[in-house]
């Protein structure tokens, strides 16, 4: 049984956001200011603005296998293939029973519920037409289970539920089961088909928290003053994770190393988000990777562009690192690519890995009038940001019901 | 609707719920899970394609009469002609 505190590493990436399907491209886009919002025909509803991904599920799919399974079974496909072909693994000799694969999600099973309700309105609601693949595609582990069947990964594949700190809890979890031995391999992350699902276009349209803008590009602007809410995206992000003596052994890549993460709960309200309990969930973090505030070079910030969630948000991270932390620069990474939903931690994470190499911050794009309540030192606005080290980067997620997730990336140093 | 053009409709789901599938060669005696990757939600699968494309039923008892083109075609036929089909 490994060491409790083993150290994690990650060694793959795969993602599909709505402006690249790789991390190289995804990066380039980032550094460059290009967004990926669109228009989209709704149902009930007409366009509306989202972030649409455009791989192509057929890379690693068969037409049956995109037509039985759910639009989150293909991303979460599409991802782990190609994180296992970055990571280098000889996936041929890995052990499948030994592999673990932990998706964190918004929710799911909502497009496919709809879709079959649209399909019976047809037939009078003739319930005999219902579709009797209803529910191996709307069970809750569905994306985790369509990607075991896919890989022959016989080990743990599910799901965690976490609202939208789902896709920092795929890495957590996913940490956790290597350090306790259940597996010797995760592929773990989030994913979200959710702009296929009406209601939740709907649910943010009836909570005055759907973003609009004749530009869809410049839609999802967090922290600017005109924002008007969030823009709902698609997309996943998957990492091959291993323990380090793991991976160093067969010689892989090591983008970083999970320095250290904390999950909590606010405990107050449905929608509204807490800042005293964000600020308690990074501090945690911190302290568990023992790090101080001036340590952290790059906080990705949760900010989803509704006028109230951001201005707590930088509550929470003012508390934090307002003061004293001069090498700490702040982005977002929803402002090119909307709200991934589940997938959003893990992608947003991925966006600034690159940072590392690069010593390059990515900028929130889209501020023409920065919120003073948002004005947080070190916001990285507009344009990327050249900066002299970056050593350490601070990822928040945080969700509805009030599940608070950060999660600490360290540069490798054997 | 003759035999033939039974036969046809059937090919005709099949193609749609098995796209991967060379179809150009089924053989009308053969069983059909024998020469294509269909399980069993497949065939679920031709009896809701049957069901609204075609007003046809087919009641669990008789899914073995879709086992191939042929025991198709003598099975559904008479529905179709039932139907003024």
Redesign the interface.
């Known amino acids: 049984m490994p060491p409790a505190t083993a150290r994690i590493v990650i060694t793959g990436v795969g993602l599909t956001a709505p402006n690249g399907d790789s991390l190289a491209e995804f990066r380039r886009h980032l550094l460059a200011g290009v967004a990926g919002v669109e228009r989209m025909e709704i149902r009930y509803m007409g366009p509306q603005l989202a972030g649409v991904c455009h791989f192509d599920p057929l890379r690693h799919q068969k037409k049956k296998e995109v037509r039985v399974g759910t639009r989150a079974g293909s991303i979460s496909i599409y991802c782990a293939r190609e994180a296992l072909a970055d990571s280098g693994v000889a996936w041929d000799t890995v052990p499948k029973d030994r592999v673990g694969i932990y998706l964190g999600i918004t929710e799911h099973g909502n497009v496919e519920t709809e879709n079959e309700i649209y399909n019976i309105s047809k037939f009078n609601y003739d319930t005999k037409f219902w579709s009797h693949y209803h529910n191996p595609r709307t069970v809750a582990n569905n994306p985790a289970g369509e990607t075991s069947l896919n890989l022959g990964v016989t080990g743990p594949a599910y799901t965690i539920g976490a609202a939208c700190a789902a896709g920092n809890m795929g890495l957590v979890h996913a940490a956790q089961m290597l350090r306790l031995g259940e597996v010797d391999f995760a592929l773990c992350g989030g994913v979200s088909e959710s702009i296929h699902t009406f209601g939740i276009f709907a649910g943010f349209k009836s909570q005055n928290a759907l973003a609009t803008h004749e530009d869809p590009k410049k839609a999802s602007r967090p922290f600017d003053l005109a924002r008007n809410g969030i823009v709902i995206s698609e997309g996943g992000c998957l990492y091959t994770l291993e323990r380090l003596e793991d991976a160093q052994r067969r010689g892989a890549k090591i983008y970083a190393e999970l320095a250290g993460y904390h999950v909590n709960s606010d405990a107050s309200d449905y929608v509204l988000p807490n800042p005293v309990r964000q600020t308690e969930c990074i501090r945690a973090a911190l302290a568990r990777a023992r790090l101080a505030p001036r340590d952290i070079h790059i906080v990705n910030t949760h900010a989803t562009a509704t006028p109230l969630g951001d201005i707590q948000e930088c509550e929470a991270i003012r508390a934090v690192f307002g003061e004293g932390c001069p090498d700490t620069a702040i982005n977002n990474t929803k402002s090119f690519i909307g709200h991934c939903m589940g997938a959003a931690g893990a992608l947003e994470l991925a966006g600034n890995l690159p940072s590392f190499d690069d010593l390059t911050v990515h900028p929130t794009i889209n501020v023409d009038n920065l919120d003073p309540q948002c004005a947080l030192p070190g916001l990285v606005l507009n344009s990327p940001l050249r900066v002299a080290r970056v050593d350490t980067i601070l990822n928040n997620s945080f969700g509805m019901l009030g599940i608070n997730s950060t999660l600490i990336v360290s540069r490798f140093v054997p | 609707m003759t035999k033939d053009e039974c036969r046809q409709v059937v090919l005709d789901i099949i193609a749609d ?4 599938e060379d179809l150009s060669n089924v053989k009308p005696d053969v069983r059909l899970r024998d020469q294509l ?1 269909l399980d069993s ?1 497949d065939f ?2 031709i009896v ?1 394609e049957l ?2 494309r075609h007003g046809i039923e087919v009641p669990e008892a008789d899914y073995l009469q879709l086992a191939s083109l042929d025991s198709s075609a003598e099975y559904l036929t008479p529905k179709f002609v039932a139907l003024g089909k």
Request: net charge neutral; hydrophobic share 45%; no cysteine.
């Open positions: 719920i098995a796209p991967d990757q939600m679920l699968d809701m069901r609204k």
